[in-house]
């Protein structure tokens, strides 16, 4: 089992699945869709991102491409800048949210950790951020369940989902 390395830029779009695969033209130094900068490595601990996984391909032809932006690095378990990004963008929309409390507001950003990653608490607090946006309406529910169904993971999504 072998992984190419993924080259994706620091806003999270996939440049590449196959970045150091032999005869495939190089990737991008910045990404087409938003200009930002383009990564092969984990900035923390410069462990390679894991692209395209492949088993004996040249025998089989088995593949799986990359169809999500790792959120953490497999090794050291620090976020990826992407991840990073997406959940400041969220907390600063969250702090924008009158229609909730203080109370609200805070509660959701402290939760976004566990929205974001697979945890003990992650199917306890998508139900309570389910429960929070149904207080809001309009443009503002929308765009908070966009931004955070796009980061969540995917126990989160399901429950979040489920309205």
Known sequence: MSYYVAQICQNGHIITDTYNS???????????????????????????????????????????????????CHHCGVSYPWTIRNEDAAKELISTLTELSEKDRQQLSDDLPDLISESPRTEVVANKFRLTIGKLSGMMKDLLYNLTVDIASETAKKIIKDE
């Not at 900068?37 to 601990?45: A, D, F, L, S």
């Not at 391909?57 to 953490?72: A, I, N, Y």
């Open 22 to 72: 032999s005869g495939k033209k190089k990737g991008e130094h910045f990404c087409r869709k938003c200009g930002e900068k383009t990564i092969t490595k984990c900035p923390e601990c410069n462990t390679n991102i894991r692209g395209r996984w492949v088993t004996s391909w040249q025998s089989t032809g088995e593949f799986r491409r990359l169809v999500c932006t790792p959120k953490f």
